[in-house]
């Protein structure tokens, strides 16, 4: 099994709202990533957990909140976004945090934001 | 800081051909380099990953090499086919902080046409 799972799919979200976006592996990962991919752009990391620490954060605004509940669940709170958050949040996993040649990166399907 | 370069940013050829991407990198300090495919909203599949010690990877008819120390990486899609229509993304990883980061060269967009 290489797979993330990623919910929702599809989200649409007021400015005033308040979501999550989910994401689970069981590939016994111990590092897990959220990536944010507007449209015709490369993916940008946001946030790096490495062993359910917080290990990188890109300056991302506080409006985003990552949080690890355990070693196969990444989250994301969302809460007053802006239009120009609208996007695809990209999770990831690779085997270990701590570097070591080698380690694939596993993607998810992704979660479309659309913010109005 | 570290940038990923790729070029051209689409190419449209006939089912067939050999084709070669090309990804150049600034930062030669890099822990492995990863070749990426994304159909259009979709999220990304990881084709080839090449580690720093290594030259060149094979899967299929896709061959990726990588010469670190001129910062260059290119794939190889043989006898290319219309399924072969993607973006293609390269990505280097190094390490900050401790943890794996890794950067994405902006994609080339693949047409192959039957």
């Known amino acids: 099994d290489t797979e993330v799972t990623q919910t929702p799919k599809h989200l649409v979200m007021g400015m005033t709202n308040k979501k999550s976006l989910k994401c689970e592996q069981h590939m016994g990962h111990r590092a897990m990533y959220w990536y944010k991919q507007k449209a015709k752009k490369p993916p940008e990391l946001m946030f790096v957990y490495s062993y359910e620490k917080l290990s990188i954060n890109e300056s991302v605004p506080s409006r985003f909140s990552p949080e690890c509940p355990n070693s196969s669940l990444l989250n994301l709170h969302l809460h007053a976004l802006q239009p120009e958050d609208s996007a695809l949040y990209l999770c990831?996993?690779?085997?270990?945090?701590?570097?070591?040649?080698?380690?694939?990166?596993?993607f998810g399907e992704g979660s479309w934001l659309t913010v109005v | 800081k570290q940038e990923v370069t790729q070029i051209p940013a689409a190419l449209s050829v006939p089912e067939g051909e050999n084709l070669v991407l090309n990804c150049s990198f600034t930062?030669?300090?890099?822990?492995?380099l990863q070749w990426f495919r994304q159909d259009p909203g979709k999220g990304l599949t990881s084709l080839l990953l090449?580690?720093?010690?290594?030259r060149e990877q094979t899967s299929g008819r896709l061959n990726a090499s990588l010469d670190k120390s001129s910062g260059r990486s290119t794939l190889y899609i043989a006898a290319s086919q219309p399924g072969d229509s993607a973006t293609y993304l390269c990505?280097?990883?190094?390490?900050?902080?401790?943890?794996?980061?890794?950067?994405f060269g902006k994609g080339m967009k693949l047409t192959v046409n039957p």
């Open positions: 930062d030669s300090a890099i822990y492995n």
């Open positions: 990831a996993s690779s085997r270990q945090g701590v570097v070591i040649s080698g380690n694939t990166i596993y």
């Open positions: 990505a280097v990883s190094f390490s900050q902080g401790g943890s794996e980061k890794l950067v």
């Open positions: 090449i580690q720093s010690s290594q």
